[in-house]
């Protein structure tokens, strides 16, 4: 069954390789410049008490491999369309299962040696970028935090590429044709991974809060940390939100009404005003890591149940 | 001797509609048997249904004695030709043989190379710029490396020519004189198949009307020829598959299990042909000639 696997997808294994070797070239060319680049800017920018400006003075010409680094947030989903997708609704469409089901080899082996290696590639390729890619941002991570690149490192991109591929054999295996479970493998896998990110990611743990004086930016909040939300709260304990309409602020702020000079902080701060954060502090990234990759690993075993329930137990 | 293929009851259902019903059959070791019957008769369900790719939703099935199903030992002795010929399109002959190797215990390379050879089908290329005639011919060849016992083929000649149709033929039938071998072969036209067949299965409406050696079928169809007369479905302990009525005679196709006694039909042989049309509910070709009206009788 190996030699079946190896010789049916052998030039889809060569692509990758091929487009991973690239990327490991450009990574480590760049990422050795951008940390040779941080050690030395962090030498000597004590002398010019420069050190807070890190991040507008460095990698300000890195445009570009920051785009490409941030867009490996997308190979996950590359697994589950052109490997996964295929893989078993290819053999449906062009009738191949016929052959491929009436060798001296049960449905069930040929179900389980082609689920393994589409698993183990997709986690060796997935591993490999994540690895690269935490080395690569650990100047930036240094920096902003890792939460800000939560997605493309540590272990979650090898949970999402598990899922990828469990998604694609599933919907594969419901749909029999190629066309329609990439399509639906696109919308399914972007729908549980925005939905995840956006609306479930923030709380996994419950967010803290901080009040924080008014005189800073919200870089007065723990570094690293991923900020949720944050506005004003008034001398009473009221919580304003973003934004404080002119009726609520003190007479004594409103500079000339509607002259155009708008509101003073320093004066808000006087009549005690604080700005407040909610916020996952920066220590919490690998436990939000830890539950993320479950909550995929999850998703995909059932997936995997699912594709061998629809394979074995319909007709072919 | 075990059979090498026996159902009882076995049918399939998709949706409310059963593409086979109460398909009750047994076929001995050793046949070579032309599985006929107009399209949609259930041919196709039934070669799914005997090597396991798709399950019965009644009745059940046996080859050598072993249901149909998810084991290697049933896998190792069934081979199958589905409609389509599939075949990986990328790969080559050779790499389809290479796979073969892989997949099967029992398997016959170096047989299916000279089968090809001989035939002069490329086995260095990608199948998709093969004909289809040497497509079917390597799925043959498959097919037969698998040394199974049972081979089940389904429509293998439909999509090919007269001469690359002959080939097929010739292949198989130097394959079945080499080995004990048991085949189906699937068509909806049995001219295709007489020449190689000893044994003919007969599906229409969804059942099996024949199931037995060619050589006893033609014995118990008899062609009748006697003045006009309406008949019945049975009529003095025959079995009437067709009447067909001229202006003052009858004819009638029936299958009978001892001599016709009464002086008044002039006995005469059918072909296998003629039963199976007759079986099918189709008219044969009109013979040319002063024909008056000609109806058939339900």
């Known amino acids: ?316 | 001797m075990t059979l090498a293929i026996e159902t009882i009851g076995l049918g399939k259902r998709y949706g409310t509609t059963w593409a086979l019903q109460d398909c009750s059959i047994q076929v001995p070791q050793g046949r070579v048997s032309a599985l006929v019957g107009p399209n949609g008769a259930g041919k196709t369900t039934l070669l799914r249904l005997l090597v396991g790719l798709s399950r019965p939703t009644s009745g059940q099935a046996e080859i050598l004695g072993l249901a149909p199903g998810p084991s290697e030992e049933f896998l190792s002795r069934i081979g199958y030709l589905a409609q389509e010929v599939p075949l990986y399109r990328r790969l080559s002959a050779d790499d389809h043989l290479a796979i073969g190797a892989h997949l099967n215990a029992n398997w016959d390379s170096s047989g299916a190379r000279e089968r090809l050879a001989a035939l002069r089908v490329p086995t260095d290329r990608p199948i998709a710029t093969l004909s289809g005639g040497q497509r079917a011919q390597v799925a043959l060849g498959l097919a037969l490396a698998k040394r199974p016992q049972v081979l089940l083929l389904d429509e293998p000649v439909a999509a090919l020519d007269p001469l690359a149709r002959r080939e097929f033929l010739v292949s198989l039938s130097e394959a079945v004189a080499e080995g004990d071998l048991s085949v189906v072969l699937s068509s909806h036209l049995l001219h295709d198949l007489e020449r190689v067949c000893d044994h003919v299965i007969l599906l229409a409406s969804s059942r099996t009307q024949i199931c037995d050696d060619i050589d006893t079928v033609l014995a118990s169809h008899k062609m009748l020829l006697g003045p006009r007369q309406t008949v019945s479905r049975t009529k003095q302990g025959l079995d009437v598959i067709k009447a067909t009525h001229t202006a003052n005679q009858t004819r009638l196709l029936v299958r009978l299990d001892a001599p016709v006694l009464d002086p008044t039909w002039e006995v005469s042989e059918v072909s296998l042909e003629e039963i199976v049309l007759a079986y099918m509910g189709m008219r044969e070709v009109a013979s040319p000639g002063p024909l008056t009206t000609v109806r058939t009788a339900s």
């Open chain 1, 1 to 316: 069954m190996n030699f079946l696997v190896w010789r049916l997808h052998r030039h889809q294994v060569y692509w990758a390789a091929a487009a991973l070797a690239a990327l490991t070239v450009l990574l480590i060319v760049t990422g050795t410049t951008m940390a040779s680049d941080y050690r030395s800017f962090f030498a000597t920018c004590s002398a010019t008490q420069s050190c807070s400006d890190a991040g507008s003075l460095l990698f300000r010409g890195d445009g570009a491999i920051i785009d490409l680094v941030n867009a490996t947030v997308v190979v996950p989903l590359l697994f589950g369309l052109f490997w996964a997708a295929p893989l078993v609704a290819k053999e449906y469409e062009e009738g191949t299962q016929n052959l491929a089901w009436t060798q001296g080899v049960t449905r069930r082996h040929w179900l389980s040696t082609n689920v393994m290696w589409v698993f183990v590639a997709a986690a060796a390729w997935a591993g490999t970028l994540t690895v690269l890619v935490s080395w690569w941002r650990s100047p930036e991570n240094a920096l902003s935090g890792r939460f800000d690149a939560f997605d493309i490192q540590g272990i979650v991109p090898i949970a999402y590429a598990i899922f990828a591929v469990a998604l694609g054999l599933g919907v594969g295996s419901i749909f029999r044709r190629v066309l329609p479970a990439i399509a639906t493998t696109l919308g399914a896998f972007l729908t549980v991974r925005i939905v995840t990110a956006i609306y479930i990611r923030p709380h996994f743990m419950t967010a803290l809060t901080k009040k924080l004086p008014l005189a800073l930016s919200t870089r007065g909040a723990p570094p690293g940390a991923w900020i949720l939300s944050g506005g004003l709260v008034g001398p009473n304990g009221h919580y304003y939100g973003d934004g404080i309409s002119l009726d609520q602020v003190p007479a004594a702020c409103r500079v000339g009404a509607f002259g155009g000079k708008g509101v003073t902080p320093n004066c808000l701060a006087v009549h005690g005003f604080h700005q407040w954060v909610t916020f996952q502090p920066a220590s919490r990234f690998w436990t939000f890591q830890g539950i993320e990759a479950t909550i995929f690993f999850v998703l995909s075993i059932a997936l995997v149940a699912f594709t061998y329930r629809m394979v074995l137990r319909r007709d072919a």
